[in-house]
């Protein structure tokens, strides 16, 4: 059974600062793997997606790789503002038999102080 | 404007009663998704529909029931069977298949108990 794991689970820095939030995955036979941002009590929103063949994704400053074979990825958000202040959680769509469905981690909370 | 929308924002539901939680959906996708949210935790998904008249069971569907007669429509029926409701409970929407494929969130909805 797929499961994903996110690393740390809250994560405090200074305005300016560049930052990683990590995610690991205990299967590698995966489609592909998403990040998304979540504001408190909203939906998500979907930031970047990695296709399994692919290494990185990049959107202005935001940056994620991916390491299929180790199970894991980063998401690295550079000159971080207060408006990044959100919940970050990473999914991966696929796994042993193929599964369409996306399975989550429970997510980053960042907060960026100014 | 596209997008999915789930009404209502909060729901209250009394003990032994039965509640409609909607999703709606013009972005003209295939699939629909039903997701659980409680504090801390990722997204634990309840049902999810490949096409019109046709749904599957999630990770943790008992309690919940769900029908799909239109494309657009994806509404969630939490029952009194499900001893443990208050969560918030979000709604996607994708194009089935593709490596490349992202869901689409609504807003979500709050259920409490009274």
């Known amino acids: 059974k797929q499961e994903v794991t996110q690393i740390p689970a809250a994560l405090s820095v200074p305005e300016g600062e560049n930052l990683v939030l990590n995610c690991s995955f205990t299967?590698?036979?995966?489609?592909?793997l998403q990040w998304f941002r979540q504001d408190p009590g909203k939906g998500l929103t979907s930031l970047l997606l990695?296709?399994?063949?692919?290494r990185e994704q990049t959107s202005g400053r935001l940056n994620a790789s991916l390491d299929k074979s180790s199970g894991r990825s980063t998401l690295y958000i550079a000159a971080s503002q207060p408006g990044d202040s959100a919940t970050y959680l990473c999914a991966v769509k696929g796994g042993q038999g193929g599964s369409e469905k996306l399975v989550f981690g429970k997510g980053t909370k960042l907060t960026v102080n100014p | 404007d596209g997008g999915i929308t789930q009404s209502p924002k909060y729901l209250f539901r009394k003990e032994g009663q039965n509640v409609t939680l909607s999703c709606e959906q013009n972005l003209n996708h295939d699939a629909m998704y039903w997701y659980r949210q409680d504090p801390g935790q990722g997204l634990r998904l309840i049902y999810y529909?490949?096409?019109?008249?046709?749904?599957q069971k999630g990770d943790i569907a008992e309690g919940y029931s769900v029908s799909r007669e239109k494309k657009e429509s994806f509404p969630l029926t939490v029952t009194s069977a499900q001893k443990n409701p208050t969560a918030f409970y979000l709604c996607?929407?994708?194009?089935?298949?593709?490596?490349?494929?992202?869901?689409?969130f609504g807003p979500g909805t709050r259920l409490l108990v009274l």
């Open positions: 990695i296709q399994s063949s692919q």
């Open positions: 996607a929407s994708s194009s089935w298949g593709g490596v490349a494929e992202t869901q689409y």
């Open positions: 529909s490949q096409i019109v008249n046709d749904f």
């Open positions: 299967d590698s036979a995966i489609y592909n």
